[in-house]
């Protein structure tokens, strides 16, 4: 072989040795792409969905940074859908982060730069506002920095209804005999819930015929009623008040007294078991069966 052609195979040894060299400096500069088994950028789990006025909850959201470059001033952020976010909660606190209100509308937690495949965790203890918008709204989350901002993923919708406390009322009666029969009417209130009551009133009134003795509640003027007035009572708690009657000579016949819740807060969404009634009958004024 000449010269010539030892020259042009030195050539095209440098060539391919060139060529060789670029395509493995251009793939180990290729950028690093997301896996199909990498998590959301957010995501959010709710300890409930299902909220009261007043309750408060806790939202933890875990954030995950899929780029290959690290996320400068890294924050985790939630809203409410195409609403303002604070027009339901307040804000109590978080942990992971430190965490404000952004713009009156929605939340953020900071937490520092995020390298690349770095997962935060922020934990959010959330208030209902005791006079939230009723309508429900589905809570959206997002990881943003300073110098990119990933998408913006739907959460679990809330729902917040108004408190409610079901306050039942039951009434038994018992008889004593001397001269005349004495009748006593117990009313027991109970809260059934979910939230705790107060500013209860129960009426109670015995069957005319017969003669008011007494009461653990307070007797309406000289009438047959009296207001039974319950300051508080937790949900699923209960309790009871009294009313004494006594029959006369000539009492006979079905006597019936009733007891009626006529106010409670918040609202009572079961009347059913608001209004109660108990008869007795008395064949002379000293034989009387409840």
Not at 86 to 94: F, G, P
């Amino acid at each position: 072989m000449g010269i010539k052609g030892g020259l042009a195979v030195h050539a095209w040894k440098l060539l391919r040795a060139a060529l060789i060299t670029g395509i493995i400096g251009a793939s180990l500069a290729v950028p690093m792409t997301a896996s199909a088994d990498d998590p959301p950028t957010s995501s959010v789990e709710v300890s409930q969905t299902a909220l009261s006025p007043g309750d408060t909850f806790t939202v933890t959201q875990t954030v995950f940074n899929k780029g290959d470059f690290v996320l400068e001033g890294a924050k985790a952020a939630l809203y409410a859908k195409d609403q303002t976010l604070t027009d339901w909660l307040d804000l109590v606190s978080c942990v992971g982060g430190n965490c404000y209100v952004a713009e009156g509308a929605h939340f953020r937690a900071s937490f520092g730069d995020m390298a690349a495949g770095e997962t935060r965790v922020v934990t959010w203890t959330l208030r209902v506002k005791d006079d939230p918008k009723m309508d429900p709204f589905i809570l959206r989350s997002q990881l943003i920095g300073d110098n990119y901002g990933y998408e913006i993923y739907s959460g679990p919708t809330i729902t917040i209804t108004p408190q409610a406390a079901d306050v039942s009322v039951a009434l038994s009666a018992s008889v004593r005999s001397v001269v005349t029969a004495r009748i006593t009417y117990t009313i027991t209130v109970k809260n059934n819930g979910p939230a705790d009551a107060s500013g209860i009133r129960v009426v109670g009134t015995y069957p005319a015929g017969l003669t008011y003795s007494s009461s653990t509640c307070s007797r309406i003027g000289t009438t047959r009623s009296v207001n039974c007035d319950i300051a508080s009572l937790a949900s699923g708690a209960s309790t009871t008040r009294t009313l004494v009657a006594d029959t006369g000579l000539l009492t006979v016949g079905t006597l019936t007294a009733t007891a009626q819740r006529t106010a409670s807060s918040p609202d009572d969404p079961a009347a059913a078991n608001d209004k109660v009634s108990k008869s007795c009958s008395a064949l002379t004024g000293l034989i009387v069966r409840c």
